[in-house]
């Protein structure tokens, strides 16, 4: 069935469950069972539109005065009518108001065209070929006479109604507006009457030039227009107002103009579309991925996109156009064709209708079916020419977000490494900066772009301005660097680091900053009573603190472990004699020989036993 293999093109979709095979109707569409029995090719699919069609409401003859003015009305102009081979509107509303048949003066102004002529095979106006309204077209008198019962003929394109030479014989161009609308009514009557019925022939098409007693012609040039020129609104909304205020019946070829090749020339048609620059495979099916890159949140969505769908070989066909998802097509619809007798191609805007309100992947798509209904061409061509698709897509990003936590905003960040002795340095201090996922996977990426210190920067060593310029920092991601107090002198610091970001280099991208706080401060190691020299008094601190439990480096604690015990006193005894000048650097000092310990030791007992008399004496 042509409705079933037309579902089964669409299995990628229905994959992804963005499409259904049931198309949306517009206001022209067939009832959706109109067609259901034309399941076959060639003469099987002629027979089926036969019966098809031939259920109609007769029209008279004389009824086609009033009728036509309402089938062929200008839906632009109210109360005129376009008239065939020119489409002039004329204004039949002030022809005659008041007569028997207002907008008819009995052919003074406009006439019945038959647009298949009675000579060519019409028995009568009064038999059903001869009142049927699909072959008859209001026209001004003159025109209709300038035809008489020529065969068509002419070359499509840019061309005004009349005679032209066409293989050697005059013959009939009904203008360029009317030529495909004009092949499609006499595809139509070849289908509509096979002889069968009382006072009517077999109407038949012809190539060339045939006899008036043979039919009508040139169907090489009905079917180049066929192809040329698709049905127009004009051309639907007429077939429509036929089928609902008058006969009751269609014309097959207006609804489904991709049939005429089967009815009307053979089952091999090789037509072959294909998106160009892409691979096309065996089954001639293509696809091109349409990325229309990143964005920011509530940015612009960016511009559609050209591109170009082929047919290659020389049959005529044509396609359809659906859209899924968010996309969008500057194509659309059943109506889209390719000429025949010549390779060709169209252009096509692919794009997406969406918002950018919220980050995620916005995404369509759009896919190209060859309507063409004859399998006999091979494989990837007419009916067996699988779909070529468009998947469009668009990211777009929540704006990153520089954190010293990995899971909320944190944008400052103290650290103070206490007190360090001069010349030890301290343990290292490591952070993490994070780029805070906002939407997973759908966070721009944050570059690291400078670092500005101040404040006493030199007192500390720090990894930060390495990365600065080349660290990138993915949504949800983090880095490791590491400080430390570089304790090359005596003093209290405290020096602030602002961190810069910024967002991936995207329209709309966001600076923002972090700032990191260091502070610390440091000391002459053994110096216990803070007089920056290492000697014999601080050695009495030692000894009379000696056993408290203190804060680490308070009193005589020299190694930091809150305890004043010997640890402190070798502490104390390896840093003898280092001086710090009065900026605060350390001098270093001759540290006496081992063998020297003993007379230091004495010295400084000598002094404590002194100093404790003296202040013996004192006390008395």
Known sequence: MIQQRRCTSWVVLLLIGVWHCTAHADAYDPPPTYYNAATGTGATLKSQLNSIIKVETAMSYDAARSSLQITDADPNNPGHMLTVYDRTSLNVAAINPSGPIPGWDSGTTWNREHTWPQSRGIANTSAPDGSDLFALRPALTANNGDRGNLNFGGAYGAQAAGVVTDGGSSKWYPGDADAGMIAREEFYMAVRYDGTE????????????????????????????????????????????????????????????????????????????????????????????????????????????????????????????????????????????????????????????????????????????????????????????????????????????????????????????????????SSAFTFDVYNLLATAGYTADMDFDSVVPAGNSSAFSTDIAASAGSLVLAGGSGHTFMSSLAATSIGTFSATYMLNFSDENLPGALNKSISLMLTGSTFLAGDYNGDNVVDAADYVVWRHTEGESVTAYAAADGNGDGIIDDGDFDVWRSNFGQTATGSGALVASSVPEPTSTVLILATVIAAVVHRGRRGHRLDQ
Do not use: C
């Not at 207006?254 to 096309?280: C, K, M, R, Y």
């Open 198 to 425: 009382a006072n009517t022939t077999d109407l038949e098409l012809f190539n060339g030039n045939p006899t008036t007693s043979q039919g009508l012609g040139d169907l090489s040039r009905l079917l180049e227009w066929n192809y040329a020129a698709p049905p127009d609104m004009f051309e639907r909304k007429r077939n429509q107002i036929i089928f609902d205020q008058f006969q009751h019946n269609r014309d097959p070829f207006t609804d489904h103009p991709e049939w005429v090749w089967s009815v009307f020339v053979n089952q091999t048609n090789d037509s072959q579309l294909s998106i160009a620059g892409s691979t096309v495979n065996s089954d001639g099916s293509s696809t091109r991925n349409v990325d229309l890159g990143r964005v920011f949140v509530n940015a612009v969505v960016p511009a559609a996109q050209s591109f170009t769908i082929n047919k290659s070989d020389s049959n005529g066909t044509y396609y359809g156009v659906t859209t899924a998802g968010e996309a969008t097509s500057s194509l659309s619809g059943r109506f889209n064709n390719m000429r025949t007798n010549q390779t060709d191609s169209k252009t096509v805007s692919i794009g997406l209708s969406t918002s950018t309100s919220t980050a995620g992947l916005k995404s369509g798509s759009v896919t190209i079916d060859n309507l063409d209904v004859t399998t006999g061409g091979g494989s990837g061509h007419g009916a067996n020419d699988a779909n070529d698709i468009f998947n469009v897509s668009l990211t777009v990003l929540d704006h990153s977000t520089p954190s010293f936590a990995s899971n909320s905003a944190s944008n400052s960040l103290t650290h103070d490494f206490g007190h360090v002795p001069i010349g030890a340095g």
